[in-house]
Every structure is written in C-alpha cells, then in structure tokens.
DNA sequence: TGTCACTACTCAATCGATTAAGCATACGAA
DNA sequence: TTCGTATGCTTAATCGATTGAGTAGTGACA
C-alpha cells in the first residue's frame, strides 16, 4: 500500500520566511492593512499566491475573527425530506450568496426541535458558526426567546411580523392571496375552500387571514378551513369531505402542492372533472405540479432567491452592517398550468 | 434597542479555576486519560457539567486534532436541485450517522466540477474539514486522482470498481439488473428496451452491461439502449422513438424516475395501455413515483440507509480505523406499484 | 545638531485545548 | 534511614493568525 504524503498546507510563517519578513508583516500585507510597502506587500502577495495559502478558519476562529460559516437546521423526519423540494432549493440560493463571499453551510437534521436547540447550542458554544437560519417559524415559538438569550446572530426566515424582533426575511403571503383571489373572481368564483397547513405554523395563519381578507373585499366566500399535515392522503381526504358537504366549493385553494396533487386525483377519480367542475390551486409550487395530469395551477415562488435574500441578510447580521431590518422578500406569481377554470353554473 | 449580553462561553480556563487545578489537569479528566485522581476528575467533570463546557471546535483543529466536520459538495444546478429527492434523503442518513458521533456536515452546492475541486482544495487548506463524500462518479473521474493527491481523506459513493483505488460504497446494481429482469422474463417480456443515463456515469454503464448480461441468461433480448439527461422529456422522446420503431419492446427499464414518468405519459397520451401493452420499470424510486397514475413500478434502494453507510465508512477513513474496505452497500428491491404487467401477445 | 514625525517593520501576547516534560509528595522496599 | 518509583499534579510549548506595543531608520525642519 503505498504511502500517501499529504502535501503540506501553507501557513503565514511558512510565507514569511520566504518572503524574509516577519510573520506580522505578512498577515499585515495579505488582509489590506496599513503596515508595509507597496513593494513589500507586492511580494508578499506573490509568495502567497504561489504556495497557494489559504487563512486557516481553525486559527481565525480561535481568535475570535469568526468561522465563516452559517448553520442551517432542518427539524424534519430523514423520509419526509426526500419530497420535499423547498429546503434543497433554498440551501442551493443560501449557496450561491455565501460561497461567493467565502462562507460555508454547516447542515443538521435533527428529529425534533430540542435536539435543534441543543444543536444551536453546542454550536455556539464550540465556535462552529456565526449565525444560524431558523424556519418553520410557529406561532409563540419557543425557539426564539432561547435563540436570543444565547446571543446567537440569527435570521428568522418567516413573517417578520411573529418574529419576537429578530431580523426576518418573509414572503408576502397577502399579495399572494390577493392574487388567487382576484383570480378566481375574475372566473366566476364565488365558494372558495381554502385547506390549510397544520396550525401551529406562522404562515398558515397568515395565510388563512389573508385569505378570508381577500375573500371579503371580492364578494367570495371562503366557505371552509381546513388544517392538513401536508400530505397527500390529506388533500384527498379534505377533497372529498367538501365534495360531500352540503353546497360544495368550485374552488380549493391549497396549501402545498402535495395536498393538492391528491385532491385533484380524489376528484377526478369521483367523476368530478378538474378544472371543469372544479378549479385547483396550491400555494407552494414545485417541480411536481409539471407531472401531473393536468398540471397544477400554483402560486409559484423563487425559492432559491428567497434563500439568497436570507443569506444576504444574515451576512449582514454577523458583519453587523448597521441596523439589519426585517424584509419580506419573496412574493408569488401565479402559474395557470390547468386546473384553474371558470366556475360552473 | 436593547443591548444583547452574550453569556460568556465556557472553557477549559474557566473550569480549571472553579475547581482550583491546572487547565492541563482538566484536560486530562475531561478526555478520560489518566493524571488525575478519581476524586479530582469527578469535581471536574461535575463542574464542566456545570457550566456546559463543549470543546471549542476551533481550538482543537489548530492543534490538528480534527474538526469535527465531513464536507459534501454537490454539483447541480440548483434549480435542478429541487426535483431530485436523492441528496436531502442520503444527506438525511448521513446526518443520522455523523450527528451522534458530533460530527456535523458542510455542504457546498457548486455549478461546475472545476469549482468543485476548488472547494475540495480549500477544505483542506483552511482545515475546514476531515473528510469528505464524493458522489456522482464518472467514467475516468478526473477528481479522484486530484483529491489523492491533495491527500483529502474520502469516500466514493459509487461502484468500488471504478473508484481508483480509493475506498467506495457502491449499490449492487446487477443484484437490481437481475431482479428486474427476472420479473420481466417471469411475465413473458422477450425484448425489452434500457433507457439510459447519461453516459459520462459510471453507474450508466454498470447497469448497461448488467441488463446486457441478465438479459443473456434469461433469454430477453435487450432491443435498445439509448442515453439520455434524465429529464422528463428525455423519457416522452425515448418512448416515442421507441414504439415508433419497427418490432418495439414490450417493457422498458428506465435509469431514473423522471424519464420514467415521461414515458409513462407519452405512451397513454399515444393510446398505448399501461401496463396493459407495455411495461414500464424505473430504477430510482422516489416519493414521485407514487404520485403518478398507474403508480410506478421501481428499483428502490434505501437511499437514507445508503447514506448512512457512507458516513460510517467515512468515519471510519478519517479515524484510521483499520482498512477500510469498499463494500456494494445498498441493495435495490423491486417494488411493483402497476406499471408492470404480462407481456402482451 | 537635536528632535519630531513618520514609515516599515519586528516582537510578543492572545485565542482554547492538548501534551511532553518537570516536580513535589507519599509510600514501599532494602 | 535512604533510595527508588508511582501518583497527581503543574508548567510551558504548540497549533496559525492577528494586533497592540515597541523599535530601527529616514527625512524634515528649527
């Protein structure tokens, strides 16, 4: 077996002697500072350049500079992940943002929301990120107060307004609702359903809000709401619970696109055609809404631009750029691919 | 603006003060090496307890005793990222695996291999990690030589065969080949059609030339294989081609769900009765395939699990635990959702 | 000629954990 | 009594980058 020799890693000493300076000059020279000579420097940077130095985040984070990386946790079961497109969309937008700046991710997957706080713990007790991502955002969340007591910089990605005052980046969920709403007014709409999110997150009840808002300034009534845990099978439950209800809605407004794949195929499997009979909506868009047949009307965000404002902002947290204001950044398009149509007489 | 105080974090200083030794002495206790009397070392741990001491990350990469930390890099273009559900559910599994041992992942979406070797370098320059995964392995993989010489320790996520000496998990991808084709000989499939991925990977040609072989010894002949990029509309074209054709096949085994999927439209959009006069089988299983009507029929591997196996072997690389042997890890089950049927007559 | 200001450095301490080396103290054996 | 020697510590150096506090050397100016 033969013998690997690891190539050594380039230090500021290591540059210094080559350089025939002293090891201060050359951190003076490779981060900008006043302190040495233009020709000096110049030197310095080549030196550098050549050995391929790079600073050691070990060394930088020990003298308490930061360690150039963010922490993003995910509270989900491992098998629930695998469906569900918005976090590898939103890391991918975080992405783009950081790496150009030199940050990295640091991502766990913890089961439940105490070992997610353990985690923001250990992780700045250890030194392991300057600032943390929290989402899923639930109403009176107890995350946030603890998250504040340990002081660690921090973006909420959620409505700013349930926020406990941290920095948040959130979508505009009301302009969305008026979209869809103004929409479905527009086809004739008059008996809308809206099924909703499990209740304990901040945005379902915005949702819910806005929708019964929109709903009362367009003359449509949002005849129920219904909560769902998002699946499938839930989406063709509630289905055929309203199909079956006295006076049934021409339109669902759903939550997630999961709830609406499965209502969809609840009410064609019954003989009620989509969008003839009954016009289909969902909130999150997906590459899965392309699959179906028909494929599903959605209120499309750009997930992965929503990451990015998030990062923007968080890196703006941790630098401490002035006062960092909460923003609601990602605002829904509506996508007609199919199951929107006019209302049945 | 109320001014956040940030409890101090504690250290080994501060707990060698409380318990009136030596921070050398507190080290000794608190790694469970020998120097310090029981009695001692129970005071110090308590006090450590106490306080909620957690090693500083940081403090312990200088001393090069590690980080704690295994990188993954992805490179997809992140708008593609979404629809694959394979990442987040191996990153699942390996978080399951990693977490409990303390360490944490870093992960790095990329748009292109070239910045991807970059991240590589700069990981280990900067120390940020021990170890890392690499997936999506190439025919002739330009990175592997490079991450050698770095000296990077790693684990190929891929056929062992191809892995340049370096150690790999790989899924057995001709127990799978085997399988599928059984069935299909089991239903009376003579000629079936292999539509590919594409060609650069190096399960691409695994799976080929294990199809090619178990359709040998089963008597099925393999009518066709064609590349393709794994998109849906890969698949509709495929299929069409393909029944198109003078003498088209009777079922076709699919690289991906996507394509599989395209397919499975493209064929009842033509007339064409799934599985009725044509059998379809995809390769990956995902969430999605349950989604479509007729349920699709896959190859589906424990991707979580598969995971899982990686961290650990990858633990095991960076520990210098022994030799590490590449192992075929993940095992491919058939599971019939109804796209297969009987071979028509 | 003295001194003040400035440039371009070097020196040394620091961050937190680890560990080889050193140093008392106690105990047992000769 | 005296010499090991084992035990239980402490000391100090180390990892790499940063930075406040010096310190030579140069030039200007009164």
Same mark, same amino acid.
């Given at each position: 077996?033969?013998?690997?020799?690891?190539?050594?890693?380039?230090?500021?000493?290591?540059? !210094?002697?080559?350089?025939?300076?002293?090891?201060?000059?050359? *951190?003076?020279?490779?981060?900008?500072?006043?302190?040495?000579?233009? /020709?000096?420097?110049? #030197?310095?940077?080549?030196?550098? #350049? /050549?050995?391929?130095?790079?600073?050691?985040?070990?060394?930088?984070?020990?003298?308490?500079?930061?360690?150039?990386?963010? =922490?993003?946790? $995910?509270?989900?079961?491992?098998?629930?992940?695998?469906?569900?497109?918005?976090?590898?969309?939103?890391?991918? +937008? $975080?992405?783009?943002?950081? *790496?150009?700046? +030199?940050?990295?991710? %640091?991502?766990?997957?913890?089961?439940?929301?105490?070992?997610?706080?353990?985690?923001?713990?250990?992780?700045?007790?250890?030194?392991?990120?300057?600032?943390?991502?929290?989402?899923?955002?639930?109403?009176?969340?107890?995350?946030?107060? $603890?998250?504040?007591? $340990?002081?660690?910089?921090?973006?909420?990605?959620?409505?700013?307004?349930?926020?406990?005052?941290?920095?948040?980046?959130? &979508?505009?969920?009301?302009?969305?609702?008026?979209?869809?709403? /103004?929409?479905?007014?527009?086809?004739?709409?008059?008996?809308?359903?809206?099924?909703?999110?499990?209740?304990?997150?901040?945005?379902?009840?915005?949702?819910?809000? !806005?929708?019964?808002?929109?709903?009362? #300034?367009?003359?449509?009534?949002?005849?129920?709401?219904?909560?769902?845990?998002?699946?499938?099978?839930?989406?063709?439950?509630?289905?055929?619970?309203? %199909?079956?209800?006295?006076?049934?809605?021409?339109?669902?407004?759903?939550?997630?696109?999961?709830?609406?794949?499965?209502?969809?195929?609840?009410?064609? =499997?019954?003989?009620?055609?989509?969008?003839?009979?009954? &016009?289909?909506?969902?909130?999150?868009?997906?590459?899965?809404?392309?699959?179906?047949?028909?494929?599903?009307? !959605? %209120?499309?965000?750009?997930?992965?631009?929503?990451?990015?404002?998030?990062?923007?902002?968080?890196?703006?947290?941790?630098? =401490?750029?002035?006062?960092?204001?909460?923003?609601? *950044? *990602?605002?829904?398009?509506?996508?007609?691919? =199919?199951?929107?149509?006019?209302?049945?007489?």
């Amino acid at each position: 077996m033969a013998m690997r020799k690891p190539p050594s890693r380039p230090t500021i000493a290591e540059i !210094a002697k080559q350089s025939g300076v002293s090891a201060g000059a050359v *951190s003076y020279a490779l981060n900008g500072r006043p302190g040495v000579s233009d /020709e000096t420097r110049k #030197r310095i940077l080549e030196v550098a #350049r /050549e050995v391929g130095w790079v600073p050691s985040t070990a060394a930088r984070a020990l003298r308490g500079g930061g360690t150039a990386t963010l =922490g993003l946790v $995910i509270t989900r079961e491992p098998d629930v992940l695998g469906i569900e497109p918005f976090f590898m969309s939103f890391v991918a +937008g $975080i992405e783009k943002v950081i *790496s150009a700046r +030199g940050y990295a991710l %640091l991502l766990q997957v913890t089961p439940d929301p105490e070992r997610e706080l353990q985690t923001y713990r250990e992780w700045w007790s250890a030194r392991r990120v300057d600032g943390i991502f929290v989402t899923d955002l639930a109403i009176d969340d107890q995350r946030l107060p $603890i998250i504040n007591e $340990i002081g660690l910089p921090v973006v909420v990605v959620g409505d700013p307004a349930f926020s406990d005052g941290l920095p948040a980046v959130g &979508s505009d969920d009301a302009a969305a609702a008026n979209a869809a709403m /103004e929409r479905l007014a527009e086809l004739g709409h008059k008996r809308v359903a809206h099924i909703a999110g499990p209740e304990r997150f901040v945005h379902t009840h915005v949702r819910s809000d !806005a929708m019964a808002r929109a709903g009362e #300034r367009l003359g449509i009534q949002v005849v129920a709401e219904v909560n769902t845990d998002y699946s499938v099978a839930a989406g063709t439950a509630a289905c055929h619970q309203l %199909l079956d209800g006295a006076n049934p809605p021409t339109a669902m407004v759903f939550d997630n696109d999961l709830t609406a794949i499965g209502a969809v195929r609840a009410a064609t =499997g019954r003989g009620v055609e989509v969008p003839g009979q009954l &016009s289909v909506l969902a909130w999150d868009d997906s590459p899965l809404c392309e699959l179906t047949v028909p494929a599903l009307s !959605a %209120l499309s965000r750009d997930v992965s631009a929503y990451g990015a404002d998030a990062a923007t902002m968080l890196l703006n947290v941790v630098n =401490g750029s002035a006062e960092v204001k909460s923003v609601r *950044s *990602s605002v829904a398009r509506l996508v007609d691919r =199919g199951t929107l149509g006019p209302a049945p007489r």
